[in-house]
T-cell receptor, first 112, second 115 residues
Framework: SQQGEEDPQALSIQEGENATMNCSYK?????LQWYRQNSGRGLVHLIL?????REKHSGRLRVTLDTSKKSSSLLITASRAADTASYFC????????????FGKGITLSVRP | EAQVTQNPRYLITVTGKKLTVTCSQN?????MSWYRQDPGLGLRQIYY???????DKGDVPEGYKVSRKEKRNFPLILESPSPNQTSLYFC??????????????FGPGTRLTVL
């Protein structure tokens, strides 16, 4: 199964700064989702971008997708301490019954 | 409220003592899945189920069993737990396996320690 590879593994920024997280994948996809996990809790869906979309916004989140480079990025603008969490990308490969798979995640720390 | 519930939330057991972690969803989802999460290894899928009576192995199925006798429930069974199964376990559900862009809903997690 394909999983996304997030980069960097860990990111520490000051409150108010922007956080950029990247994800790369290997095969063609139908869509790609980003999830967030607060410490020890279940993952929560943040945003989905389809393969025919290049950019999508949701509040302070901006997701881009470059299918030619097989990569996606998640930008959190004006970060807050409450954004401290792990972030996962989950590409969904093309094909019947394709499964969403999760990578190792990015640990984001936002310092107050 | 749409949710996935897991029980127990915390469990400490000993090697070889059979245990079951229950998972239930109230969204009528067809797809359900179990993951384990270990430091440095991310989220790895153990088993998944496309629908009632349809289950299949994920990436790390050894030492686990599942059943899907009804749509809402997807229990994870450890017949003879070993210390290397100490982990944080998550159940998740969605309408489909992901190709259509369905959101996966996760349970709160079960922290299992096998001594």
């Amino acid at each position: 199964s394909q999983q996304g590879e997030e980069d960097p593994q860990a990111l520490s920024i000051q409150e108010g700064e922007n956080a950029t997280m990247n994800c790369s994948y290997k095969t063609s996809i139908n869509n790609l989702q980003w999830y967030r996990q607060n410490s020890g809790r279940g993952l929560v869906h943040l945003i989905l971008i389809r393969s025919n979309e290049r950019e999508k916004h949701s509040g302070r989140l901006r997701v881009t997708l470059d299918t030619s480079k097989k990569s996606s990025s998640l930008l959190i603008t004006a970060s807050r301490a409450a954004d401290t969490a792990s972030y996962f990308c989950a590409p969904s490969p093309t094909g019947a019954n394709s499964k969403l798979t999760f990578g190792k995640g990015i640990t984001l720390s936002v310092r107050p | 409220e749409a949710q996935v519930t897991q029980n127990p939330r915390y469990l400490i057991t000993v090697t070889g003592k059979k245990l079951t972690v229950t998972c239930s969803q109230n969204m009528n989802h067809e797809y359900m899945s179990w993951y384990r999460q270990d430091p440095g290894l991310g989220l790895r899928q153990i088993y998944y189920s496309m629908n009632v009576e349809v289950t299949d192995k994920g990436d790390v199925p050894e030492g686990y069993k599942v059943s899907r006798k009804e749509k809402r429930n997807f229990p994870l069974i450890l017949e003879s737990p070993s210390p290397n199964q100490t982990s944080l376990y998550f159940c998740a559900s969605s309408w489909t396996s992901g190709g259509a862009g369905d959101t996966q809903y996760f349970g709160p997690g079960t922290r299992l320690t096998v001594l």
